[in-house]
């Protein structure tokens, strides 16, 4: 059984998809590679736009994308420090 | 309750300098990741160091009576600093240790909605309770019962027993904030050698902490 994933990780798995997509991925994708019920990936979502993490543009045919913004890429570059700070500190 | 030799004031002043520097060092150093993640448990561990930063700071006012003679050559009214020092301390340790307790059960606890009330009003009362009795002994007495009533409620659906290191390090601190405040009631038979051992050990635990802190910010 795989554990499950604290709020931390799943916000560095939803920002890394991002990056791996070359900072451009529609919101429905996005979704999928996150392995979030559609709820959770909305509540997820909705914190990282009001995070300023990501943000979303759009096209010339007026299709959205989403995009790290350099909030975000600080978060992932961060993310293992993070990580081993809360998990030294027990917090 | 109050002694006045200069060289036990001069070791006092610069104990409580450095434990605030690290307190606010570690307060500021944790800013940034805080910021980045509204991670509850860095934000207990940080406002941990906040408040025990301003607690040794508002426990230090007892001295002003005994500094002011020295520095200003005018005497403070004795009762003033006292009463300004036991209020402050027993609310703000009495927040470090809520926060630090937290810092590490918040995870455990599902109900948090009460914990501000709940801190905020047991440091108040112990506030109270030591401003009533005008002794650093009750914030003393109680924050202990307080510690205690923590540590079994951390026991409890517990798996594994015995302590971590970090959790050590954490009742370590506690343990010497209360040696900081015995040490504030008649000293009789406490020689400035082992109190300044006892200051010694104390720096060394902040300084390991912060020093961990420095490791990953």
């Known amino acids: 059984m795989t554990r499950k994933r604290d709020r931390l990780e799943v916000i560095f798995d939803i920002l890394s998809t991002v990056r791996e997509r070359h900072n451009s991925i529609k919101p429905t994708p996005l979704l999928r590679y996150s392995n979030l019920s559609s709820q959770s990936f909305a509540q997820y979502y909705q914190e990282l736009l009001e995070k300023e993490f990501v943000k979303e543009v759009k096209d010339r045919k007026g299709k959205k994308f989403v995009t790290l913004t350099d909030k975000g890429f600080h978060y992932l570059e961060k993310y293992r420090t993070i990580k081993g700070f809360i998990k030294d500190f027990e917090l | ?217």
């Open chain 2, 1 to 217: 309750m109050f002694w006045f030799h200069p060289t036990e004031l001069f070791a006092e002043i610069i104990y409580t300098l450095i434990i605030v520097c690290f307190c606010f060092i570690i307060y500021y150093k944790t800013k940034g990741v805080f910021e980045l993640t509204k991670h509850q448990g860095i934000n207990y561990f940080r406002k941990t160091f906040l408040f025990l930063g301003l607690a040794y700071a508002a426990r230090f006012a007892v001295h002003l009576f005994s500094l002011s003679t020295i520095v200003l050559d005018y005497r403070i009214p004795r009762g003033t600093p006292m009463l300004l020092s036991l209020v402050l301390t027993g609310y703000l340790s009495t927040m470090a240790i809520f926060f630090l307790v937290f810092s590490v059960l918040w995870k455990k606890k599902k109900e948090t909605r009460y914990f501000t009330l709940i801190s905020n009003a047991t440091a108040a009362g112990i506030s109270i309770a030591a401003l009533l009795s005008k002794e650093f002994f009750i914030i003393y007495v109680m924050q202990m019962v307080l510690l205690l009533f923590a540590i079994a409620l951390s026991q409890t659906k517990k798996k594994t027993r015995g302590l971590s290191q970090m959790k050590f390090v954490y009742l370590l601190i506690l343990v010497f904030w209360f040696v900081s405040i015995a040490l504030l009631g008649p000293k009789r038979g406490i020689p400035f050698e082992l109190q300044t051992f006892l200051q010694v050990v104390s720096l060394g635990i902040f300084a390991f902490i912060y020093y961990r802190v420095e490791k990953w910010l």
